[in-house]
């Protein structure tokens, strides 16, 4: 699992600071002061000073930045059988999650099954914005039953680390314009193009404007 996830860093902006089979380092290669320190466990005994101390240690001596530890995450894989967890686990993660010491701490339950949705990060906003997987995702949480669930990894990504950005406004103005300019005729998408790569001092300054707009409407449309 970390060695996926050192992948999908790498794919926003992040690079290999340590690269080991147990933990993996990165940090932000955009001048940004952010490092993550990723390790795969199965168990929820890493919370102890021992470990943490180990893993300050361990970034301290390949990255010389005074504000390291303030700005270091400690990204636990949690590796279950099946998913959801135990009640008892979660309060579990959110006291790890809430301690404010060493390390700000995000836990990541996953499954063995799960790991081959990551193969393709470029898919993942697709994957949030499908109705139909949502859908799915109800019914599996539902019947308490997220083992095998796409969504369910994508969306935990997505509320844990804050460089997986969801569709922004213009991307979904975009989604919208798109589903009306299908549902125009011919003449309104010609009208509604020659308006898009018009700049607004054009239709100011130019009086031929509003002639070039009524003569779309002659064109001959093939």
């Known amino acids: ?6 992948l999908l860093f790498q794919h926003n902006l992040f690079e290999v600071v340590v690269d080991k089979e147990k933990i993996k380092i990165l940090k932000r290669n955009d001048n940004k002061y952010e490092y993550f320190i990723i390790v795969d466990v199965e168990t ?36 279950s059988e ?12 959110l006291k790890i999650e809430e301690d404010p010491y060493f390390f700000r701490k995000l836990v ?7 790991i081959a949705f990551l193969d393709n990060p470029d898919m993942f906003g697709d994957v949030i914005k499908d109705t139909n997987s949502f859908e799915e995702f109800k019914v599996a949480c539902k019947n308490k039953d997220l083992t095998n669930s796409q969504y369910e990894i994508i969306s935990q990504l997505y509320i844990k680390l804050p460089f997986f950005k969801l569709p922004t406004v213009s991307n979904i103005k975009n989604i919208v314009l798109d589903e009306y300019k299908s549902l125009l005729s ?37």
């Open 108 to 114: 990541l339950p996953y499954t063995e099954e799960q």
């Open 1 to 6: 699992m970390i060695n996926k996830l050192s």
């Open 44 to 79: 929820l005994d890493v919370l102890p000073n021992n470990y943490q101390k180990e893993y300050l240690s361990t970034i301290k001596e390949y990255v010389k930045d005074k504000e390291v530890d303030k700005n270091s995450t400690l990204l636990i894989c949690l590796k």
């Open 186 to 222: 011919d003449e309104e998408t010609k009208t509604l193009e020659f308006l898009e790569r018009t700049d607004i001092d054009d239709i100011l300054d130019n009086d031929d404007f509003f002639k070039k707009l009524e003569d779309l409407k002659w064109m001959d449309i093939n």
């Open 82 to 93: 099946t998913l959801p967890l135990h009640p008892q686990i979660y309060k579990e993660i």
